[in-house]
């Protein structure tokens, strides 16, 4: 792990800075040291030395395979790729492929395809056959768990470690089948240098990743540092820098309008190793850029539970509150257009579609948040001893669906079953000892 800041200078508190655990801690010491003062840790390869995709060894390159690439020793030959396409072939997941065009432009292109197809580029890449100046090729938010499970007879190649076991975002019905609902249950796998920029996960939510295979570097920032990030740090709706290379870049520039407080945000910033085997965990509304130094693959899940709903909760106040204010002008048009007939009718159509929109740029909005903790309640992901007391629980939830009853929006979602299940959820709570 190293520390960014210029000149060797950090302004991070003690509670900010990455733990590397020599010992898989228990879920008492995980709680109190990373869960509750959300802070990231790395987790040791004992983690996950039960997964059968790990006793396997089934997605590395076996030493006496034939080379597909005469650089193996630079570490771009340590998936087995054929095996992968092999087992899940038929699956489909978004693929980035980064290339530079003729003009000497980075130019990324998202396409959806099946993981064969994706294999059979990625092949081509190592031995130099492809074209257009590519330079890397990433398998990414590849659903595997969810299409496997459309497959009764598919094995899983791993189970959730108990540290992460409460997880509300995955508590899918086991009766769920793979087209029923959306999941934050993912896998990636890229050539060498292959990335993921600076962002942090939906709604403020945790991530755990798992090295399956490869090693990755990792710039994280705590979610103090996020106005020094941005174009106008006071403007919470600002541009955030989009990468940390560019992110230095700026930093040369002393004069630049733009940006003004990034060597703020460097002093804050991590950079950490991960190799193979290692899990990390990414607390609520961290940010994160994360490359591939060699080719990898990684075991990836977005998680929540009660101990940071609260920070989902407030995430999604603001994105409706911005969603709003996008929609002003409908908002208008709706209002005069009702010219007072039905007094404040036309609030429920309005309202309908915030939460439209915003479940098409974020996944969910109130409906799948609700649903989601209604369900937990009533269905806990995991057992007593792996979750916080139900009276903790109930003394960190209720607060939110209290804030709940007094919104404007809530009250014209009726349609939407919401109001039913958030007085379900405080019934559950209420009843919590």
């Known amino acids: 792990?190293?520390?960014?800041?210029?000149?060797?200078?950090?302004?991070?508190?003690?509670?900010?800075?990455?733990?590397?655990?020599?010992?898989?801690?228990?879920?008492?010491?995980?709680?109190?040291?990373?869960?509750?003062?959300?802070?990231?840790?790395?987790?040791?390869?004992?983690?996950?030395?039960?997964?059968?995709?790990?006793?396997?060894?089934?997605?590395?390159?076996?030493?006496?395979?034939?080379?597909?690439?005469?650089?193996s020793d630079k570490g771009d030959d340590l998936v087995n790729w054929e095996a992968l396409a092999q087992d899940y072939g038929s699956h489909t997941s978004p693929?980035?492929?980064?290339?530079?065009?003729?003009?000497?432009?980075?130019?990324?292109?998202?396409?959806?395809?099946?993981?064969?197809?994706?294999?059979?580029?990625?092949?081509k890449h190592k031995l130099k056959q492809d074209k257009d100046g590519v330079q890397s090729i990433y398998i990414k938010d590849w659903h595997l768990i969810k299409q496997l499970r459309s497959q009764p007879?598919?094995?899983?190649?791993?189970?959730?470690?108990?540290?992460?076991?409460?997880?509300?975002m995955n508590n899918i019905h086991p009766s769920g089948t793979a087209g029923e609902m959306d999941d934050f249950r993912f896998v990636y796998a890229g050539t060498a240098g292959s990335q993921t920029l600076l962002h942090r996960d939906v709604y403020t939510s945790y991530s755990w990743s798992t090295n399956v295979v490869g090693r990755k570097k990792w710039h994280i920032f705590p979610p103090r540092a996020i106005p020094h990030l941005r174009r106008f740090p006071a403007v919470e709706t600002s541009q955030l820098v989009s990468d940390i290379q560019t992110l230095q870049t700026l930093?040369?520039?002393?004069?630049?309008?733009d940006y003004p407080q990034l060597e703020r945000a460097w002093e804050l910033l991590q950079g950490i190793d991960q190799e193979e085997g290692e899990t990390i965990f990414i607390p609520s509304n961290w940010y994160h850029q994360v490359s591939n130094v060699?080719?990898?693959?990684?075991?990836?899940?977005?998680?929540?539970?009660?101990?940071?709903?609260?920070?989902l909760y407030e995430a999604i106040k603001r994105e409706l509150e911005h969603v709003e204010e996008s929609l002003c002008d409908v908002r208008d048009m709706l209002s005069d257009s009702s010219g007072g007939k039905d007094g404040d009718e036309w609030k429920r159509e309005f309202?309908?579609?915030?939460?439209?929109?915003?479940?098409?740029?974020?996944?969910w909005a109130w409906k799948g948040v609700w649903d989601m903790v209604v369900r937990n309640l009533e269905h806990p992901a995991t057992k007593q001893d792996l979750r916080p007391k139900d009276g903790w629980v109930k003394?960190?939830?209720?607060?939110?669906?209290?804030?709940?009853?007094?919104?404007?929006?809530?009250?014209?979602?009726?349609?939407?079953g919401i109001q039913n299940t958030t007085q379900r959820c405080k019934g559950l709570l209420e009843d919590m000892r």
């Open 351 to 363: 309202y309908v579609l915030v939460q439209d929109v915003a479940v098409k740029d974020a996944g």
């Open 1 to 71: 792990m190293g520390l960014m800041g210029q000149a060797g200078l950090s302004t991070l508190r003690e509670e900010e800075t990455l733990i590397r655990f020599d010992h898989v801690p228990s879920y008492s010491e995980f709680f109190d040291r990373c869960l509750l003062p959300n802070r990231p840790c790395i987790l040791p390869p004992a983690l996950i030395s039960q997964w059968n995709v790990v006793k396997s060894q089934a997605w590395h390159r076996k030493p006496s395979s034939s080379r597909v690439s005469s650089s």
């Open 395 to 416: 003394e960190r939830l209720l607060p939110l669906v209290k804030d709940f009853e007094l919104r404007e929006d809530g009250k014209w979602l009726d349609g939407e």
């Open 251 to 257: 930093m040369k520039n002393s004069n630049r309008k």
């Open 95 to 123: 693929v980035v492929v980064i290339h530079i065009n003729a003009e000497g432009k980075t130019i990324e292109e998202r396409t959806e395809m099946t993981i064969a197809s994706a294999i059979g580029l990625i092949q």
């Open 294 to 311: 060699t080719e990898a693959i990684s075991i990836n899940r977005n998680w929540c539970n009660s101990i940071n709903l609260p920070s």
């Open 153 to 168: 007879t598919a094995d899983e190649p791993y189970s959730v470690p108990n540290l992460f076991a409460d997880d509300w």
